[in-house]
Nanobody
Framework: QVQLVESGGGLVQAGGSLRLSCAAS????????MGWYRQAPGKQRELVAS???????NYADSVKGRFTISRDNAKNTVYLQMNSLKPEDTAVYYC???????????????WGQGTTVTVSS
């Protein structure tokens, strides 16, 4: 069994900052790419940022220059530092990880339960 547990969401005023964390645990052999997605009310889930096991990053245009994704491979944890938040960043944020499972050595995508970020104007 593999679990992803997110933390760090909350309510913040526009221009403020939040840091999301997502820790993976369980039967993990290795973790490939990790990422953050978000889903605003009435909209489809979209990729916010991703990071490979070697540290290469990718960002949605809407967050470039404001958000930073990073990971601590020793802790199986991925972070999303969000600065200069805007009301349009309001959404449920989900962590995703492509994990090679210990027992089977198969790669599988896992998702966290989501954490809510609300940015007030």
């Amino acid at each position: 069994q593999v679990q992803l547990v997110e933390s760090g969401g909350g309510l913040v005023q526009a221009g403020g900052s939040l840091r999301l964390s997502c820790a993976a645990s369980g039967s993990i052999f290795s973790i490939n790419a990790m990422g953050w997605y978000r889903q605003a009310p009435g909209k489809q889930r979209e990729l916010v940022a991703s990071i490979t096991s070697s540290g290469s990053t990718n960002y949605a245009d809407s967050v470039k220059g404001r958000f930073t994704i990073s990971r601590d491979n020793a802790k199986n944890t991925v972070y999303l530092q969000m600065n200069s938040l805007k009301p349009e960043d309001t959404a449920v944020y989900y962590c995703e990880a492509n994990i090679r499972v210990l027992l089977t050595r198969y790669d599988k995508d896992y998702w966290g339960q989501g954490t809510t970020v609300t940015v007030s104007s």
